[in-house]
């Protein structure tokens, strides 16, 4: 629906009170960051979800009032609240969130329009481009008795594995929006890994990563705003920028979508 805070005030005026019209004017001259925006947005438009101002107990809203209500979030694709605006799930939040972002007015972006530049990513490959995994599933049991606990340094393992649950999507996505850059190790051990790890570039992100592969043991070197990587070795944990740790177990972002749904507010 790509609706901004200005939209709203000028296309679906007849779905708001005086009072939510004041309130969101207020939103829009107010610069504050993200979640701020977003809570505030949320208070101003659907202010019937919060009890205190309704005083639901004692004095719910009339029928009237709770179907006015409904007109303006089914205008909006909200779903509807009972008559003590019980029943709100998080669709307004995330509408509010989607608002916000096309309205593109929250700080975090100000900044970045003052500084005129893309943003630069770098994106770890075993673990968060690269199923690491599906690698070793596709070794012989021989050369995984052999190797044992250096299963990284099998000739050829890297060019056997797949793509991340996501990942070509995801890094498709940054490329668009940042400046974007792989940034991996390849073991110290396995030369073949040096290459292997240029050929799986090659070959699923032939334009997106073109000449974009930095192979290195000191990322803490790498000048840039963000790092995608499940771990903080070889210099990750050292990162200038944000270090947005991935993967299931206990990180931050825990998949591809996390990681969008974040970027996505700053892009
Ligand atoms: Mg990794």
Redesign the pocket.
Known sequence: MHLTIGKILKEYKEYLTDYEIEQLRKVQREKTDFAAQVKQLQLALFAEEWDFMMDSARNPMSQEATNRVNRKRKAFGVNPVDASGFGADSSSKLFCEEVVRHTKNYNELLELKKRNAKQTVFV?????LVD?QSGIDKISEEDKLKYDKKLDEVPGIFSLMDPYDGAIEGYKWLCANFDTYIL?TAPWENPSAWSDKLLWVKKYLPKAAHKRLILSHNKHLAKGDFLI???TANGAGAFVGKHIHFGPEGKDFADWKAVISYMKNLA
């Open positions: 770890d490959m075993d673990s968060v690491f991996s990587d499940d771990r």
